[in-house]
Every structure is written in structure tokens, then in C-alpha cells.
């Protein structure tokens, strides 16, 4: 990606830019490269390519949609507008997983719409990701929980094999898991966010590694933390661009 164009893009988010100093005999001068928006190799920006689902992964795709339409396993339905099953390509590299449904999302049937939605894509494309070509977006709950609360654990339990089973069909090579909801769930834990930042962990049968951070809702709440999440932006893609990079070295040898 171009280095004006992720510098608009940072912005966007609404990160600073800091411009990285170097000690001179004079005092400090700014050096070339800004330090929050390191130039990504030419090949980012397209290195996260998804190819189309296969006929029949499409069929089983569709029965996935229509079983969480139809959904009554736990009271959620009762509330809801309708069931949010995910958005992107459904052979995309990278999935994006978030807590649940909020009302636009409800209302509109997509994840991650509105100002969070809004962020978020701002935060995937400063990394070379958009959800229309190279990421696929979802959530733990595919119903809304009323007033936003806190999904309950027998909720959870209940709606996570729609997920498990998304992810077989998608067969990502990196999960993003944002915001602490998602990730405890996930994870199977009650450590906070701060603690899961910062290191790969591994998800489900494939043991599909997932990396953490900030949801973008708490991130318009909380702007000092963007920092903190484009730090961890940084690092899961450099964790995929090591397993992209170690696929096709051991296709060579
Ligand atoms: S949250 Fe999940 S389990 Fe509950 S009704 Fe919605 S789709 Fe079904």
C-alpha cells in the first residue's frame, strides 16, 4: 500500500502520526519513514487474496444462512429482527470475529454496520483488508442480545456450532478476535483483553491461530487505546504474512 495512502487511512482511524526522531549533534530530526505507518511490502495489498467457495461449499453455505434464520435454540429469537450469520468473500484468508449483533446490525442483517462497522473497516484497510474482497466478517452470537447486554453463556453455548461450523466452511489462515466478549468466548477464558493481546493463540480442530484485540465500539469510546490496536493490527499481519511466507517456502522445497 502506498504510504499516503495508509497515512489516510491512520488518520481515519484516528491515530496520530508520529514522525520517528534521530538524535543529531543539533538536537532531533525527523527521519523519513513515519514510525506508526511502517511502508508495507508491495505485496500486502494484494497478498490477501480469497478465491470463491465451490459449488457445493455455496449449498452448504446457504443451508448455514437458513438454519440461523430459522433459529430457536435459545430465547434470543424471541427479540430479534432477524439472525446475522457473517459478510465477506467464503474463501477468505482472514475472519474477523466479534461479539454479537447490535441494533443496525440487526436491523440491516450484516455485522459490524454503523459507526463500530464504520472503524473497523477503516482499521482492516490500513492493513490492506476490505470485507468485500479479502476478510470475512462475523460474530460469536448471531442473534442480538436486547439492549446490547452481555451474551450469557447458554447463549453462547447454543450459537457457537454455527460459528465452528463457518469456520470449517471458510478454512481461514487467521482469526481476528475483537473486543474481550469475542475473545473469552473463544478462548475459553476469563483473562482480560490485556493479557490475551499481543500473542498468538490457536482456535478450534485446524488449531486456526487468533490473534486479539480492541472492538472497534470500544476503540470510539476509548481513542487513546487506537494505539494499542494498531499495534496488534501490526502483528497479526506479520503473523499471516510468516504463515503465508512459510506455505510457499515449503511449496518450493
Ligand atoms: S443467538 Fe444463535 S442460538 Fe440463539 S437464536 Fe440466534 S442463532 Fe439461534
Redesign the pocket.
Known amino acids: 500500500m502506498l504510504p499516503e495512502r495508509r497515512r489516510q487511512y491512520l488518520e481515519t482511524i484516528g491515530i496520530d502520526l508520529w514522525v520517528k526522531r534521530t538524535r543529531v549533534a543539533s538536537g532531533v530530526v525527523p527521519a523519513e519513514t513515519p514510525a506508526a505507518a511502517p511502508a508495507a511490502p508491495a505485496a500486502v495489498a494484494t497478498a490477501f487474496g480469497a478465491v470463491a467457495a465451490a459449488p457445493e461449499a455455496a449449498i452448504e453455505w446457504q443451508q448455514l444462512l437458513e438454519q ?1 434464520r430459522r ?4 430465547p ?2 424471541s427479540t ?1 429482527t432477524q ?1 446475522v450469520l457473517g459478510v465477506g468473500p467464503k474463501r477468505a484468508d482472514w475472519l474477523v470475529i466479534g461479539e454479537a449483533p447490535g441494533a443496525e446490525e440487526d436491523r440491516r442483517g450484516e455485522p459490524f454496520v454503523g459507526a463500530a462497522g464504520q472503524l473497523l473497516d477503516a482499521m482492516l484497510r490500513a492493513i490492506g483488508l476490505d470485507r468485500r474482497t479479502n476478510v470475512y466478517i462475523a460474530n460469536v ?3 442480538r442480545p436486547p439492549n446490547n447486554r452481555d451474551p450469557r453463556p447458554e ?1 453462547v453455548e ?2 457457537l456450532p ?1 460459528l465452528v461450523r463457518q469456520i470449517a466452511l471458510l478454512q481461514p489462515k487467521i482469526m481476528l478476535a475483537v473486543g474481550r466478549i469475542a475473545a473469552q468466548n473463544l478462548l475459553g477464558t476469563d483473562a482480560p483483553l490485556g493479557r490475551l493481546r499481543g500473542r498468538v493463540h490457536h482456535f478450534g480442530e485446524r488449531q486456526t491461530p487468533l490473534v486479539v484485540t480492541y472492538h472497534p465500539a470500544y476503540l470510539l469510546r476509548t481513542p487513546a487505546d487506537k494505539r494499542k490496536a494498531w499495534e496488534d493490527l501490526k502483528f497479526a499481519r506479520s503473523v499471516y504474512q510468516q504463515l503465508t511466507q512459510g506455505a510457499a517456502d515449503g511449496n518450493r522445497s
Do not use: D, F, I, N
Open positions: 440461523v433459529c430457536t435454540l435459545c434470543l429469537h430479534r439472525g452470537l448471531k442473534s447463549e447454543a450459537c454455527y
